[in-house]
């Protein structure tokens, strides 16, 4: 039996209501996995941890569910595991290969810091450290992203990199080679809880979007924001420049959930 017009409408209308867009599930290391915990919605949400820090839980399909960043430095073949309730829930990885990028450095201060440039880098690092460490509960959890800059990607997420042939951490971002000067916006809502000049992410912002997710803005021109402002989804806080460690003008945005940085493609809905 074929349902009247007026009912389709309403059911598409309160499907669009209630159904959830997840992040891409990717069970390798940088990656997202989405764990149905087997605890049904009615049941009051469990408190979960991942490798210890505590992990966003969604209410899907009436079954609480554990959506997790995984660590690029993760060891496949090892058990990963979710605490909760006093239990432990183990998943596997996935290997992946992620290929190589060799780039020329002009600066040497930025392949060979000096011990001051190096004491810097470690008082910047603990305070970007700190914010991705924050889990703030929100009404309900983000799950999507919009791209914060329009351009080409001219680095991905995972590269094994090596500066002047030197090997360095893989990259833990995507960067957009989108104009100079060009707006750079929030990919969601959120609370600017970071803001510096910092010796090689060079004019950065981080917003936290509460249950462990936060993302990450490097290498601006100019910052419009500051430490606590409240942001809209699509408003500017800054613009692309080149400051910092980089070969040209670009945007570094980086996410990071449950204090692991993950690719930022994962939460990008196509």
């Known amino acids: 039996m074929r349902l009247p017009l007026f009912l389709m409408t ?9 159904a959830k867009a997840l992040p891409t599930e990717s069970r390798v290391p940088g990656g997202v996995a989405i764990v149905d915990l087997g ?3 009615s049941a009051p949400a469990p408190e979960v941890t991942y490798d210890g820090y505590p992990v966003m839980v969604i209410d899907h399909n009436g079954s609480w569910t554990a959506v997790a960043g995984i660590s690029l430095k993760a060891t496949v073949g090892r058990d990963q595991e979710l605490k909760f309730n006093g239990k432990t829930l183990t998943f596997q990885l996935d290997d992946k290969a992620y290929p190589e990028q060799r780039l020329k450095i002009k600066q040497r201060k930025y392949v060979e810091p000096d011990p ?16 991705y460490k924050l889990f703030t509960k929100t009404e309900e959890p983000i799950l999507t992203l919009a791209m914060p800059a329009e351009g080409p ?5 995972g590269l094994k990199r090596f500066f002047n042939d030197q090997p360095r951490a893989p990259h833990s971002g995507l960067d957009i080679a989108a104009p100079d000067k060009s707006p750079i916006k929030t990919a969601a809502k959120g609370t600017v809880t970071a803001v510096g000049n910092y010796f090689f992410n060079g004019n950065t912002v ?19 924001v500051k430490v606590g402002d409240q ?21 570094h945005w980086g996410v990071s959930l449950n204090n692991q940085r993950v690719d930022p493609l994962l939460f990008v809905q196509e």
């Open 116 to 131: 001051k440039q190096v004491a810097r880098w470690k008082r910047e690092s603990a305070e970007q450290k700190s914010a």
């Open 39 to 41: 605890l049904p919605s």
């Open 231 to 251: 942001v809209a989804l699509g408003q500017q806080i800054g613009l692309v420049g080149a400051t910092g460690r980089v070969t040209g003008p670009h945007l």
């Open 10 to 18: 309403l059911t598409l209308a309160l499907f669009s209501l209630t």
């Open 153 to 157: 990607y001219s680095s991905a997420f």
């Open 206 to 224: 981080i917003i936290d979007h509460g249950h462990g997710l936060s993302t990450m803005y490097c290498h601006m021109s100019q910052i419009d």
